[in-house]
């Protein structure tokens, strides 16, 4: 799959500014992982851009339906780290990729939603104040810190330095996700 066959199913299901954000972030984040682990940044970077790709559109199937179409692509690999995004839905992550977006995706938002209430942004932004702000269960209570947690552990990574990639590649984004700072 290419990215802009990608690109062009996640416009047909999402359509807000704030999910394509998401979307893009995420897909940078994986994209960040992948040259960290020495993977494939193109495939990894799909399964960023696509995993909520549904979300909008058919809230109460996420993410079957991203899922199904993905396997009539015969694009398994995606289909299947996609259905594991989430522990709570049963799919266990079996592959780096799988793992990667399990940690990448509420972190990513979460980063996010901090530099929106910081006054210079992503400028200046430290993993110590980010993981200060996972504790305020009152700030972006939607985001699950257990996905976080386990997300890191799954991967193998300390939940700072996770962090701080994240930042950085938002931080050299940051005018295309429309982030301060």
């Keep these: 799959m290419t990215r802009e066959q990608a690109d062009q199913i996640l416009r047909e299901w999402t359509k807000t500014e704030a999910l394509l954000r998401h979307a893009r972030s995420v897909e940078l984040v994986m994209r960040a992982l992948a040259r960290r682990y020495g993977e494939n940044e193109d495939q990894w970077g799909l399964a960023g851009l696509l995993h909520d790709a549904d979300y909008e559109a058919f809230p109460d199937e996420h993410p079957n339906r991203i899922v199904g179409r993905l396997r009539e692509l015969e694009e398994e ?90 930042i950085d590649t938002l931080r050299e984004h940051k005018d295309e996700l429309g982030l301060p700072g």
């Design 77 to 166: 690999e995606l289909a299947y780290a996609i259905s594991a995004h989430y522990t709570k839905w049963g799919h266990p992550q079996r592959s780096l990729m799988d793992k990667a977006l399990l940690a990448a995706d509420e972190l990513t938002g979460f980063v996010g939603a901090a530099s929106l209430v910081r006054p210079e942004g992503l400028t200046g932004m430290k993993p110590k104040s980010v993981i200060k702000k996972l504790k305020d269960k009152a700030f972006a209570r939607k985001v699950d810190r257990d996905e976080i947690r386990i997300g890191a552990e799954q991967l193998g990574i300390e939940l700072r330095e996770l962090v701080e990639l994240i």
